[in-house]
């Protein structure tokens, strides 16, 4: 089994992530993609502006009719910051024949040497960066220290080639504030719910603290 693990705030899902996962499936060969949304992302510690349960709302409906995606619940359910490492620990633990890639876009990379326990966190796993076409090369040097040549060879062997989508959740988020369409950014049902539920309608920044309160309690 080669399973694609995906983590991401997710906040709210968009096509751009859709891509990804769709990109990561035919590039590395993949059983399937484990999506993984986060409690609180350990550098995004203001916590997500929507509900772990609409945002988990979401993803069920973004991801509904693909029989390769898999939704894991296990860092809303563990609660507290989301540190890979240990969601990463648990899965090889539950699954020792699959072999793991780490799905993640180039400013993941960038800032991994900040993530918790880099170094083990590579030693158990290979990340898969996203390439996005017509950007500059990706700067595999940020892994200098981690792990030694060879291995940031091999994982720049691993790079997912896609087009560059020009979409963020945040530019979503900010779209839906300031009362402007969000269609064909997110699928049509995801849409539906963020209307139906009012999410993002306030802006988090002059309403005071983020609504999801409970994930960083
Ligand atoms: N348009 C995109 N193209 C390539 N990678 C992306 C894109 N949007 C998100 N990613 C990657 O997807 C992963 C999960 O992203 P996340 O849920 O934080 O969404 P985001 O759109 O980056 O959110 P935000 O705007 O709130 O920071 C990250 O590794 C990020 O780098
Ligand atoms: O483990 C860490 O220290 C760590 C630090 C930053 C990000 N991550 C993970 O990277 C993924 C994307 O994070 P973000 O902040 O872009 O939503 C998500 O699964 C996070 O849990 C993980």
């Known amino acids: 089994m080669r399973i694609g693990l995906f983590g991401g705030s997710f906040d709210p899902v968009h ?56 939704l894991d619940e296990r860092e809303i359910a563990r609660g507290e910051i989301s540190y890979t490492v240990d969601t990463v620990a648990e899965l090889i633990q539950e699954m020792p024949e699959a072999q793991f890639f780490m799905i993640i876009g180039s400013d993941s990379l960038a800032s991994l040497p900040l993530w918790h326990q880099p170094q083990r966190l590579l030693e158990l796993i290979t990340p898969a960066v996203v390439q996005r076409g017509g950007e500059a090369a990706i700067d595999f040097s940020v892994l200098q220290g981690l792990v030694d040549q060879d291995r940031i060879d091999d994982i720049a062997s691993r790079v997912i080639a896609m087009p560059i989508i020009e979409l963020s959740s945040s530019e979503l988020r900010q779209r839906v504030q300031q009362g402007r369409s969000i269609r064909y950014r997110t699928p049509r049902g995801v849409e539906a719910l963020i209307q139906q539920r009012g999410l993002y309608r306030s802006d988090p920044w002059t309403a005071g603290a983020p609504k999801n309160a409970r994930a960083i309690d």
């Open 15 to 70: 096509v751009g992530h859709l891509w990804i996962a769709e990109a990561a499936l035919e590039t590395l060969s993949l059983d399937h993609v484990r999506w993984i949304p986060t409690a609180t992302s350990p550098l995004k510690l203001a916590g997500a502006v929507a509900s772990s349960e609409d945002r988990v709302e979401m993803l069920k409906l973004a991801l509904a009719d693909n029989p390769y995606y898999e």
